[in-house]
């Protein structure tokens, strides 16, 4: 099911779509949606430590209680937004484990979420920028 028919989409409507789509592991993410989310959760995660440390003092562990609480509720959509854009590259979600490689496996998986699109369908779905879709 394609939820991202738009080829216009903004900042807000990529970042809503992630959170619509927090458990959904099937069909395909644009690199705009991934990219926009991604950008979104650094800077709500900058704001909430720029606040916890304001609200609680730099040495304080609780300033570290609101970044990780935000982190526990972004787990599962932004590891479902990385796993549709596995998808739009034309490669399985199981290679977002290349994580799990230090340094190289984390600079591979960055290469393959900058790539563009798959032109046209693949089997996780329809392009989702409408490219080559019949």
Known sequence: MNYNVSNDMGFMEAVQSCFSQYANFNGRARRKE????????????????FIGGMIFGQDSSYASILTGIYSLVIFIPGLAVAWRRLHDTGRSGFYYLFNLIPLVGQIILIVFLCQD???????????????GNY
């Open 34 to 49: 991934y990219w926009c989310f991604f950008a979104f959760n650094v800077l709500v995660q900058s704001i909430l430590t």
């Open 117 to 131: 699109s798959m032109p046209g369908e693949n089997m996780y779905g329809e392009n989702p920028k409408g490219i």
